[in-house]
């Protein structure tokens, strides 16, 4: 997709109070896909155990079916962007919506763990697809005095998804009695908990409908018309022959990167784009998706009914929402890199603090109640230092460290990374429990304490740095 979020804004003027309620309405709408790509990438954790059980599964080919999905999601981010730039942004929010649907009814409706396996892939893909388009579309739709503001409804909406997922699935665990094979309706509880994403994906689809496709988009194929009438409804009274200028003269001045300009450098490509690969997995190998994927199992593992860890793992997506608008007051106030490192080193001492209490765990027998405290109040801990540093700080820096001549290529190539490492974490984590857990959650606290060094040494401060300066 070609770069989003560089239009020229001198010529363009912040929105009216009047037009201002429209653009939120916009955006939200647009964020949906966010909130599926939160909800659709926990909602797994809550029927991990019903799926292990329903099919016989071992914990590494339960550990396959929670991270395939992740797969999925790699192709969907590689494809969104040109699918968009062929036939735009509103039709790839549709597309994705109608294989979120499509997803839901397969996961709800398994024969196999093998065909829920390629539903998860199926609904990876939407994600994948969601993840790409919403920020793109907010930046191209969104007022540049508002653009700041409104990126961060997709942020939000992602954390909000993965709260009322874990809401829902303890709501169906309550309707089936606690059994997460429990019935309801003739179908067992993790069967609704797949298949109830069929109403979010409808809303969004819908939605879809009612909002406008992206006005940078319609200059591009010569619908100019009715990019003006966009960019009035949005921008307000402007001059909109001006604007539309500036938007098509931005356009052809991009530069489409390819792989061929990230290669330099003595280990094969530039610095930067080692810099962003090292931020994407840094913030994977720490661990952070196991809490979302597995809390579940990882609760019951040491003694606590499967109700009350519905419960603890929804109590979990709420402290992630408090981390995050933590994040977002903070990110432009006191820095990027102080926030990561306050972050690191937090995540460092709560994985440390939860591997000595897990260190206690004896076969299948629950956690002395001083250790399993422990091992509560650090995991909760552990996601709050995530969500308020690394879990918007990266995604930031992502978009701001790489010079614009490479910043899509190497945006590209540090998001794949990303979905790479998140996959290697989700697919081992069941096996190197069953091994040990203690050591499992030791191995997280170290590369918590590694990114300390590699953000003091390599990573810049891009505070208050123009996109233009970075280089």
């Known amino acids: 997709m070609t770069s989003t979020a560089q239009a020229p804004q001198s010529g363009a003027k912040a929105s009216h109070p009047e037009h201002l309620g429209h653009v939120v309405f916009i955006t939200a709408a647009a964020a949906m ?23 016989d599964l071992s914990s590494g080919a339960t550990g396959t079916v929670a991270a395939c999905a992740l797969l999925g999601s790699a192709v969907g981010a590689a494809i969104a962007g040109r699918i968009a730039d062929r036939i735009g942004r509103i039709r790839v929010m549709q597309i994705a919506a109608v294989l979120f649907a499509v997803s839901a009814v397969g996961s709800g ?31 191209e739709v969104a007022p540049p005095a508002y653009r700041g503001r409104l990126a961060s409804f997709q942020q939000a909406a992602i954390v909000i998804g993965i ?66 009438k966009v960019l009035s409804d949005v921008e ?103 926030l990561a490192l306050i972050g ?24 002395p109640t001083a250790q399993g405290a422990v091992a509560l109040i650090a995991a909760n801990a552990f996601v709050l230092f995530f969500a308020m540093s690394w879990g ?17 290529a190497a945006l590209g190539v540090a998001a794949s990374a990303q979905w790479i490492a998140n996959w290697v974490i989700t697919i081992t984590f069941p096996d190197l429990s069953e091994w040990n857990l203690s050591l499992t959650y030791v191995m997280y606290a170290v590369f918590a304490f590694l990114s300390i060094p590699f953000i003091l040494k390599f990573v810049p401060e891009t505070k208050g740095k123009k996109l233009e300066d970075m280089g």
Do not use: C
Not at 120 to 129: H, K, N, P, S, T
Not at 184 to 207: D, K, N, R, T
């Open 33 to 55: 896909g966010g909130f599926l790509f939160g909800y659709d990438s926990s909602v797994i954790n809550g029927a991990n155990g019903g799926i292990q059980d329903r099919f």
């Open 109 to 139: 409706l398994p024969f196999a763990a093998w065909d829920l396996a390629a539903w998860r892939v199926l609904g990876g893909i939407a994600i994948g697809m969601a993840s790409v388009i919403g920020p793109a579309y907010i930046a």
């Open 163 to 228: 709260a009322v997922s874990q809401l829902v699935n303890w709501a169906i665990l309550n309707m089936a009695d606690g059994e997460e094979r429990g019935t309801i309706a003739g179908l067992e509880s993790w069967q609704w908990m797949l298949g109830v994403m069929l109403v979010p994906a409808l809303v969004y689809g819908l939605l879809s409908f009612a909002i406008p496709e992206s006005p940078r988009f319609l200059i591009s194929v010569g619908r100019i018309d009715e990019a003006k």
């Open 236 to 338: 307000g009274d402007i001059d909109l022959d001006a604007r539309v200028t500036e938007i098509d003269d931005a356009m052809r001045s991009d530069h489409k990167s390819t792989f061929r300009d990230l290669l330099g450098g003595t280990y094969g490509l530039l610095p930067i784009v080692w810099i962003g690969i090292g931020l994407s997995v840094f913030q994977q190998l720490v661990g952070i998706n196991v809490i979302f994927y597995y809390s579940n199992l990882l609760w019951q593992s040491v003694g606590v009914d499967p109700s009350s860890s519905f419960f603890y793992s929804f109590e979990t997506s709420i402290i992630n929402i408090i981390g995050t608008v933590i994040a977002m007051i903070f990110v432009d106030r006191i820095g990027r890199k102080p």
């Open 344 to 367: 690191s080193v937090g995540m460092g001492l709560s994985l440390a603090l939860a591997a000595w209490a897990f260190s206690y765990q004896n076969g299948n027998d629950p956690l």
């Open 392 to 408: 918007v700080v990266v995604w930031v820096m992502l978009g701001e460290v790489f010079p614009n001549k490479i910043r899509a």
